[in-house]
């Protein structure tokens, strides 16, 4: 069956860094797109970055475009968030999930059929 598993998430300091991992497995990882969105208590799951099959096309959310980077390892089945220069509204559960397309990558949730369990991400100030 398919599974995405998250992780490296953490607490960490205002400016700091963090990668998380999403192991993928059950299906053919280099036939789709992936991507990372997040969500607070009482809100709704936001899409933050997704990546193509090919890895060679990426989408970001405004609010974290030039701090965070989507890249997948097709060989390792996996893709990975790169977060830099975080700040406490990054404070959120981040999850994974697998697209239904290969190339087109999109925000909206409904386009992603499969979710991993989550991983926190809580940033202080």
């Known amino acids: 069956q398919v599974q995405l598993v998250e992780s490296g998430g953490g607490l960490v300091q205002a400016g700091n860094s963090l990668r998380l991992s999403c192991a993928a497995s059950?299906?053919?990882?280099?036939?789709?797109?992936m991507a990372w969105f997040r969500q607070v208590p009482g809100k709704e799951r936001d899409f933050v970055a997704g990546?193509?099959?090919?890895?060679?096309?990426?989408y970001y959310a405004d609010s974290v475009k030039g701090r965070f980077t989507i890249f997948r390892d097709n060989a390792k089945d996996t893709v990975y968030l790169q977060m830099n220069r975080l700040q406490p509204e990054d404070t959120a559960v981040y999850y994974c999930?697998?697209?239904?397309?290969?190339?087109?990558?999109?925000?909206?949730?409904?386009?992603?059929?499969?979710w991993g369990q989550g991983t926190q991400v809580t940033v202080s100030s």
């Open positions: 999930a697998r697209s239904t397309s290969g190339l087109r990558i999109t925000s909206r949730a409904n386009d992603y059929t499969y």
């Open positions: 990546v193509n099959r090919l890895g060679d096309s990426t």
């Open positions: 059950g299906f053919t990882f280099r036939v789709y797109g």
